[in-house]
């Protein structure tokens, strides 16, 4: 039951101002840069946009989850947890900071947490794959194989 309460929680942080924007932009066509690591390809670089056209991306992302199922993300944002440190977040602010978008992610290994993690509430850049996983009936969006640029 707790868990299912941070999960409500985290999503509704998540979706709580998904109305703040009447425009979205769809990876095809938006504009967003696609880039490379030495490891992999990125297909969403939300690193190089402004805080503006992240709001709406990672709110597209929301709305329209299976546009971007397999595709390589890089966000920036501050680091969250839930309060039982099931669930890591990265999280952004919109433009005028009056809403958040946030997505989760899953650091690859799945290490513990907190030694693995940075502090809560700090700026961390993280690159993983945008997948979905069933709780119960719900399903839910994160990323997958997640790693932490230094």
């Known amino acids: 039951m707790k868990k299912l ?3 409500l929680c985290a999503l509704t942080l998540v979706f709580s101002c998904t109305a703040c924007t009447s425009k979205t932009s ?15 390809k990125i297909d969403v670089d939300l690193t190089l946009l402004s805080s ?14 299976n546009e971007y199922i397999g595709k390589t993300v890089k966000m920036n944002g501050n680091f969250s ?9 990265c999280v952004i602010a919109d433009a005028t900071a009056c809403c958040s978008q946030g997505l ?9 947490f907190p030694d693995a993690y940075p502090e809560i509430g700090s700026e961390i850049t993280v690159t993983g794959r945008f997948e979905s996983y069933n709780e119960g009936t719900e399903v839910y969006y994160h990323l997958v194989d997640a790693v932490l640029d230094a």
């Open 81 to 89: 947890t839930d309060e039982n440190n099931f669930y890591y977040f």
């Open 26 to 40: 769809k990876p095809a066509d938006s504009g967003i840069p696609e880039t490379t690591t030495a490891t992999q």
């Open 104 to 112: 989760e992610f899953i650091l690859k290994g799945n290490p513990s």
């Open 5 to 7: 309460i941070a999960v």
């Open 52 to 65: 503006t056209m992240i709001y709406s991306e990672v709110s597209n992302m929301v709305a329209n989850p």
